[in-house]
């Protein structure tokens, strides 16, 4: 990505939270910013890799890419990583030492919760790092709070030595508000002192540090009484009163514009003072928090009388028609008619893949082929445990799949005695955490099938790119993985490592078959790029001939959402068996011709599209179309 000129001072701008984010890094004299791709996180480093006078990349993941900015806090310059919540449970390895090494140079982590699981895998909370890592918690309600959160945590982060967690979610990532900008700022660092008893953490040397934490805990806990982030709003009508951050914040503002509102913007350590406060201007105090009740369960340990998730809800977000309908009945007043709702009918439309993905034949193929439990994994391909492949029987997180399958191969009984095992995993992914499941599943001889699908990019979060398809994050020039040589010198026997094109299906079956009998660990490799990115080359479209259609549904079956079924239909067999018919029809201005469809197609129905000429009508005065 070209460097971008970036607005000057004073300028309101129309911001995501993400790109929010970005400009107050920027602005803060980041030196060094990395992160692995999540949303929604994703267009945090995005937009700063287009930002001039910083580093910045794509790691393989997201302990990698916290490690990569702890380096550069050591030696004094300002630091930045981001990633979405479940990437800190890959980062917080080196979070929990951290903790402990502190830092010289400012460090945040921006941390993106999925709130309504929106493209996840839970709805984890991560507030609860604050607490397990004893580290300060800023939460931003808008982009302007977003930007001007960043720029303290900086500020926070040099001040007390520590790394800065900036809790953001889905609402806050991705919605747009206007944003006041500065001009970036000159941080030069000192360079790395060299301190064995600060930064290499062995038992003798991190004992010592411990109290060192818990004096900072205290230092922090009396600077959040304190700290403008957290204040009291007023209201007149002190029947109830509140306690929120974040996106919780602005639901209560809008639902309740008229009650007492104690906002948390420093919410670790929780102002326990400023939480008396409020309970004393007021009859009830309600807890409004995005999703775990954890304020509220420190305040209850306080001994504040508070009431939470007794009212509300313990997953997704509390906009107004949750908070409404709570609060009335708490003060036992009739619920509000505006959240009486019916329920919106609406054409059902489940996530699928896109038109010609390279992993429609892989599920194709796995949905023919009997007997196999398939353990998978995170990114597009997760979709091939939907309809119409059904071809996918786990899912748990990055890398999962490599030790799921292991497990389901040595933990077989007798029911599963004659089962295959095989395991689906991306490019990225595979990077990201599969190679360690892959050695393990070799060196304790596994008997497993991996299929490794490589698309040339981080699909799911837009197609960044990774050490797999030979670009850095700039789309420059970078060493590529040969994922062949890397399974082969992960200990994979050579004679069982294919790389198949997803498109030759009898090819990507024999393989597939072939390779499931044999009780060793296997890896097919496809090697075809995503649809999306510029390493697709779109072929000519195909279409159905209406008269050779004879409504078998093959075609329907390789899940390809080009082709549309027109209607439908049955047929009595010789032997009195009835079936089912579907008669379809490709659009042709989205088929980008990669012939899976014609493949299963028995009576050779679908051929190459032959666009229509159009007709010209010669009139006195020349031509028109």
């Given amino acids: 990505m070209a460097a971008v000129m970036p607005v000057p001072a004073a300028s309101r701008v129309l911001m995501s939270g993400n790109e929010a984010v970005a400009r107050a890094v920027w602005e803060a004299g980041v030196k060094v910013a990395a992160a692995y791709p999540g949303t929604p996180s994703t267009e945090m480093l995005e937009v700063i890799s287009g930002y001039p006078d910083l580093y910045a990349e794509w790691s393989v993941n997201e302990k990698v890419s916290l490690e990569v900015a702890i380096g550069c806090a050591y030696t004094g310059s300002r630091a930045f990583c981001c990633m979405k919540h479940v990437g800190m449970n890959v980062a917080s390895d080196a979070l929990m030492t951290l903790t402990l090494t502190g830092v010289v140079g400012g460090l945040v982590i921006a941390i993106a919760d999925d709130v309504g699981l929106s493209s996840s895998q839970n709805e984890q909370d991560s507030r609860y790092w604050g607490r397990f890592a004893h580290v300060p918690v800023l939460e931003p309600a808008d982009s302007q709070e977003a930007y001007a959160m960043t720029l303290y945590g900086y500020e926070l982060s040099e001040r007390f030595q520590v790394p800065v967690i900036l809790r953001m979610t889905t609402r806050i990532n991705h919605v747009k508000s206007l944003v006041t900008v500065g001009e970036r700022g000159e941080h030069v660092g000192a360079g790395f002192r060299k301190e064995p008893a600060r930064f290499v953490m062995v038992p003798g040397n991190a004992g010592k540090r411990i109290p060192l934490m818990f004096k900072r805990d205290g230092e922090l806990r009396a600077l959040a009484e304190t700290c403008e982030l957290n204040f009291i709003e007023n209201g007149a009508d002190r029947r109830v009163g509140f306690i929120a951050s974040g996106p919780a914040y602005m639901h209560v503002k809008e639902s309740f514009p008229n009650a007492p509102v104690l906002k948390l913007g420093f919410s670790s350590p929780v102002p326990f003072g400023k939480c008396r406060e409020l309970a004393a201007l007021v009859d009830q105090v309600v807890v409004v928090e995005e999703v775990e009740p954890l304020v509220e369960t420190e305040l209850k340990a306080q001994g504040l009388k508070v009431i939470g998730k007794e009212i509300l809800p313990v997953q997704g977000e509390l906009s107004p028609n949750v908070l409404r309908p709570a609060i009335a009945r708490l003060l036992g007043e009739p619920v509000p ?127 960044q790119d990774n050490p797999g398809n030979g670009r850095d994050i700039h789309g420059e020039e970078a060493p590529r993985v040969d994922f062949a040589k890397l399974v082969s010198a992960l200990g994979v026997k050579d004679e069982r490592i294919h790389t198949v094109n997803p498109y030759e299906l009898p090819v990507l079956f024999r393989t597939i078959r072939d390779e499931v009998k044999v009780p060793d660990v296997s890896v097919i490799i496809t090697d075809q790029p995503c649809v999306l990115i510029k390493d697709y080359h779109k072929l000519k479209p195909f279409e159905v001939i209406d008269d050779k259609c004879t409504g078998c549904g093959n075609c329907i079956d390789v899940g390809c959402p080009a082709i549309h079924v027109t209607r439908r239909g049955k047929e009595v067999k010789a032997s009195g068996r009835e079936v089912d018919l579907a008669f379809v029809r490709i659009e042709t201005s989205v088929c980008t011709g990669c012939g899976l469809c014609v493949q299963p197609c028995a009576p050779k129905a679908i051929v190459h599209h032959v666009p229509t000429s159009p007709i010209r009508l010669m009139t006195k005065g020349g031509c028109a179309a």
Avoid at 368 to 395: E, K
Avoid at 446 to 458: E, H, I, Q, S, W
């Fill in 337 to 463: 008619e505006t959240t009486r709702l019916a329920p919106l009918q609406v054409f059902p439309r489940p996530p699928t893949m896109c038109v010609a993905c390279p992993h429609l034949g892989v599920y194709y193929t796995l949905s023919q082929v009997r007997n196999l439990n398939i353990s998978g994994d995170i990114g597009c391909y997760t979709l091939g445990a939907g309809h119409p492949w059904n071809a996918l029987d786990t899912c748990v997180s990055m890398g999962a799949s490599m030790g799921v399958a292991l497990g389901m191969d040595k933990g077989r009984g007798e029911a599963d005695k004659d089962k295959r095992v095989v395991a689906v995993i991306g490019d990225s992914t595979f990077l990201h955490m599969g190679m360690q499941g892959l050695l393990d599943m070799v060196y304790n001889k596994g008997n497993v099938t991996v299929l490794l699908l490589d698309n040339r990019a981080v699909g799911m979060t837009g197609g």
